[in-house]
């Protein structure tokens, strides 16, 4: 059964760039690799994907801010969200969905809490 | 985007009894509907994928139903482990979005 492990700063500061890594236990080829979020106050959030390929696909509610981009030769995956504000402090999740069953997310890694402020 | 309404919120019963819980899609999500389970400190889990079909490993208790915009999620007899909250999220339309939660709480 596959593995993921999320790992970044937990404190970030206000207007600067949150980055996350997603470290996959096994080949990353064939699989959109998610980035979800949850708070309290909106819940579950879905940020966007990078598929095997490179493509990608983003929440317009936050597309201007994020960039997801992948390493196959480490089995990693990344998040960016830039000008961060408290309203960005969650626990982010990274998510796995097949080629065959893309947006259904069967594997999650156990999430990270990261906080805005200064 | 697709808005998922999951009622009721919280609700309560006792181990054995049966959990019926509901997700309304704001359109048509076809039968393009999961259900995920989520225990405190815990990520979500997939329970139920295209509306009935359950995930690896989950037990027969757990059942979906529904297509278009009304689906439900049934929990025969409850166990201990089942009390948690519950998710459904639709993968109809881009961006995926998810309901606000429906907490299965001890009676």
């Known amino acids: 059964q596959v593995q993921l492990q999320e790992s970044g700063p937990g404190l970030v500061k206000p207007s600067e760039t949150l980055t996350l890594t997603c470290t996959v236990s096994?080949?990353?080829?064939?699989?959109?690799w998610n980035w979800i979020r949850q708070t309290p106050g909106k819940g579950l959030e879905w940020i966007g994907y990078?598929?095997?390929?490179?493509?990608?696909n983003y929440n317009p509610s936050l597309k201007s801010r994020v960039t997801i981009s992948s390493d196959k030769s480490k089995n990693q995956f990344s998040l960016r969200l830039s000008s961060v504000t408290a309203a960005d402090t969650a626990v982010y999740y990274c998510?796995?969905?097949?080629?065959?069953?893309?947006?259904?997310?069967?594997?999650w890694g156990q999430g990270t809490l990261v906080t805005v402020s200064s | 985007e697709i808005v998922l309404t999951q009622s009721p919120a919280t609700l309560s019963l006792s181990p054995g009894e049966r959990a019926t819980l509901s997700c309304r899609a704001s359109?048509?999500?076809?039968?393009?509907l999961a259900w995920y389970q989520q225990k405190p400190g815990q990520a979500p889990r997939l329970l139920i994928y295209d509306a009935s079909n359950r995930a690896t490993g989950i037990p027969a208790r757990f059942s979906g139903s529904g297509s278009g915009t009304d689906f439900t999620l049934t929990i025969s007899s409850l166990e201990p482990e089942d009390f948690a909250v519950y998710y459904c999220?639709?993968?109809?339309?881009?961006?995926?979005?998810f309901g606000g939660g429906t907490k299965v709480e001890i009676k």
């Open positions: 990078v598929y095997s390929t490179g493509s990608t």
């Open positions: 998510a796995r969905a097949t080629t065959l069953y893309p947006g259904r997310l069967d594997s």
């Open positions: 359109q048509s999500v076809n039968t393009y």
């Open positions: 999220q639709q993968r109809s339309n881009w961006p995926l979005t």
């Open positions: 096994d080949s990353i080829s064939h699989y959109y």
